[in-house]
């Protein structure tokens, strides 16, 4: 009776099956360059890594988390204390021009390695076909497991995001690493790696015409501007869109792991948008980092950063469905963040700040400046978090719309995009950096 029960519900079948297939502990150590080291038993690939350690408040959505663009490079801690009881779903949805053609947020793990306090092996939802050691493990991602995940939070809270190795198998009993011998992906150009390498097109029947910069779009970022009917055509971080602009309607600047010095040179071919061009541009996380460097402020590294999807923002102006004074719960993910410098360049004002640290979580052009510019630290699409803000993208499809309306295309401009049908992906084109 209960044999046939268990057929009948292939996701509770699979999850008790993970179960009876445990296998014996394989020991791991996760070691900081500070000195620190933690024992606990290994899960997902039997492999030794480098990364930077970042820990994240999210209680949800792991899925998403580990396959965001922007944790390329980094061991991710989650403070939740069980992570994978839900399993992880397929990771392809149907490629049609109408969607991005993953579920996640982008078609593989990125995220160098995983840190949690208890990984469930029995797992159950009804779209789950894996477990997240069988995921890690396909995905050639390392993860721990039994280790004090409070305590490493707490020490990253107050030394900040530290250097680390996760040692794995016989890896795990050696010495820690020597402080010269740990890989820096700060020093990188990550946005380079995970970046398209060629211009694609989503949608292209869309009543509007947007341009993407992608530093590593996620997901749902490109799907949101879709469902509003958007066409959205996808360009490397660095393609010079001022050779381009006048043939659409609107300019997206997408997140993007690292440093945003890397992007330097994204800046300032958005300084000369900037000046030239007055159509709507919205940006986020390494895209309004993007925008604020090319309005003249300066990004700098925060201790430990925001990472998760409980963090309340305050806004300090009203635009589209952002009203100011209120305060929106937002899921962020990022180590840089804009400075606040007072006065602010000309044409700008902050548009929110943090309610846990003041920081910038945004900023717009002024009313006066004839210009519709946002950028947020924040993430509005939300896949995973809370959806607070996602109307913000209703804003400025809204925008693009009015302003073709009242001005209608300019085309001096031609360029040959191939169809989104061509490219199935949104996907990362190496393996995770820094294995060891
Ligand atoms: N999610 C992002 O776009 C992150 C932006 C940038 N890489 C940071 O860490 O601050």
């Not at 010495?175 to 097109?201: H, I, M, R």
């Not at 996620?218 to 869109?241: G, H």
């Not at 309610?355 to 993430?379: A, L, R």
Request: proline content about 6%.
């Amino acid at each position: 009776m209960f044999c046939r029960y268990i057929v009948r519900v292939p996701h509770l079948y699979r999850g008790l099956a993970t179960h009876a297939n445990s296998v014996v502990a394989v020991p791991a150590t996760l070691h900081l360059k500070t000195g620190q080291s933690f024992h606990g038993k290994s899960f997902g690939a039997p492999k030794s890594i480098y990364g930077e350690t970042v820990f994240s408040t999210s209680i949800t959505s792991y899925t998403e988390s580990m396959t965001d663009p922007s944790y390329r490079g980094q061991i991710l801690v989650f403070t939740t204390p069980m992570i994978g009881n839900y399993g992880v779903p397929s990771n392809t949805a149907p490629f049609d021009s109408q969607d991005v053609g993953v579920i996640p947020e982008s078609q593989n793990i990125q995220a160098a390695a995983v840190v949690v306090g208890d990984v469930a092996e029995k797992f159950s939802h009804y779209t789950a076909v894996e477990s997240i050691a069988a995921w890690c493990k396909r995905n050639n991602v390392p993860g721990i497991t039994g280790v004090d995940t409070r305590a490493i939070t707490r020490l990253l809270r107050d030394q900040g995001t530290t250097l680390g190795r996760l040692a794995v198998g016989a890896d795990a009993a050696l010495p820690a690493p020597g402080s010269s011998e740990y890989w820096d992906p700060s020093k990188e150009n990550l946005v380079d790696q995970v970046s398209t390498l060629t211009p694609y097109t989503l949608n292209p029947r869309g009543s509007i015409k947007i341009a993407v910069l992608d530093f590593g779009a996620k997901a749902n970022i490109l799907r949101s501007l879709v469902r509003r009917d958007a066409a959205v055509t996808v360009f490397p971080w660095n393609y010079d869109f001022n050779a381009v602009r006048d043939e659409y309607d609107g300019l997206f600047l997408t997140n993007g792991p690292g440093d945003p010095g890397h992007c330097m040179e994204a800046a300032l071919k958005l300084r000369r948008t900037l000046d030239e061009w007055n159509k709507p541009i919205f940006g986020i996380c390494m895209g309004h980092q993007i925008i604020g460097m090319a309005a003249g402020l300066d990004a700098y590294r925060m201790t430990f950063g925001n990472r998760g999807h409980n963090q309340p923002v305050l806004a300090l102006a009203s635009a589209g469905s952002i009203k100011a004074g209120r305060v929106y719960v937002t899921s962020q993910n990022h180590q840089y963040a804009l400075k606040l410098q007072d006065p602010f360049p000309q044409g700008w004002e902050p548009f929110f700040i943090n309610c846990n640290d003041s920081s910038i979580e945004g900023i717009k052009s002024t009313t006066d400046s004839g210009k519709k510019v946002w950028g947020v630290q924040f993430h509005p699409e939300s896949a995973g978090g809370p959806l607070d803000t996602i109307e913000m993208f209703t804003d400025f499809v809204s925008e693009c719309q009015a302003h073709k309306a009242q001005f209608g295309y300019t085309t001096t401009t031609t360029t040959k995009v191939k169809d989104a049908l061509d490219i199935p992906k949104v996907a990362p084109r190496v393996a995770v950096a820094g294995a060891a």
